[in-house]
């Protein structure tokens, strides 16, 4: 009996570090959408928020987990000024993560190269380069539609395609998953 109790305490201690951040249709990590910044620092006593942007001027809030996870939520309708202090209660609408750590139930993660994603979300089905900032967005065959997979550097446009928005389904080898994303 011992050797079993034992063995079964080495596996659950071993288990996978992605099981701590599960990202799902509604939450990424045990971070729903809907809540508000109040009842995630409620939630996560010693996670740590701040305010800051990104490249378009866009603000968000960016929350470490105490185990390192960074996760990155978005507000609606709040002001897009990285200077002003959080929102405690207007609620999060959109998550997104690049921490390795986190993953789909089906073992989707960021840091994860295409190919490997292919074979559990089906072929690539396109590559999409958005206009402003060029961001690289992937939709696979089976990919579940609350699901945003965003890439970088991954698409292998045609060269008459020399200005973003272009599209299409060829990437480079070794390309690699950089944030998953959820939203309402």
Known sequence: MKPILTALLIAALSAPAAAEC???AN???GIRLGQTPAQVKQQFPRARLRRTSDGEGVS???IALPNGTEIIAYQASVEDDSSSSINQRA????LQTSSPTCSTVSGVRPGMTLQAAAGKLGRVKQIMQSEIEAREFATFERQPAW???QVEDAGRYRPADDSPPRSTSR????????SLWIGQ
Do not use: E, F, H, V
């Open 22 to 24: 599960l990202i799902q």
């Open 147 to 149: 699901l945003t997979i």
């Open 27 to 29: 939450s990424i990590g």
């Open 60 to 62: 968000y809030i960016a």
């Open 91 to 94: 609620k999060i609408t959109m």
């Open 171 to 178: 990437y480079r080898p070794n390309s690699k998953i950089l």
